[in-house]
Nanobody, 115 residues
């Protein structure tokens, strides 16, 4: 089992920045990819960015150039730096990790972009 603890959500104005963190615990040695997905009201959950153990990152087109996903394997933590936020980025953001071909999810953290 893998447990994921998220932090860093909140309210920000358009054009602002936020940083989300997600720390993994449990069977961390089996974790391969980690990443973030988001779900806006009335929409399906959608992948935002994924990072492999070797640091390779894939971003959804909607966040390319604005979001940066990084990983600190020593701390078992991934960070999502979100810049130039738009109202369309408003959603619940979920951290996820894949270990032994099983996907684990965090509880989610709310990000609201509003003036």
């Amino acid at each position: 089992q893998v447990q994921l603890a998220e932090s860093g959500g909140g309210l920000v104005q358009p054009g602002g920045s936020l940083r989300l963190s997600c720390e993994a615990s449990g069977n961390i040695f089996r974790i391969d990819n980690m990443g973030w997905s988001r779900q806006a009201p009335g929409n399906q959950r959608r992948v935002v960015a994924v990072i492999a153990r070797d640091g390779r990152v894939v971003y959804d087109d909607s966040v390319k150039g604005r979001f940066t996903l990084s990983r600190d394997n020593a701390k078992n933590t991934v960070y999502l730096e979100m810049n130039d936020l738009e109202t369309e980025d408003t959603a619940v953001y979920y951290c996820n990790a894949i270990a032994a071909q099983t996907i684990f999810w965090g509880q989610g953290t709310q990000v609201t972009v509003s003036s």
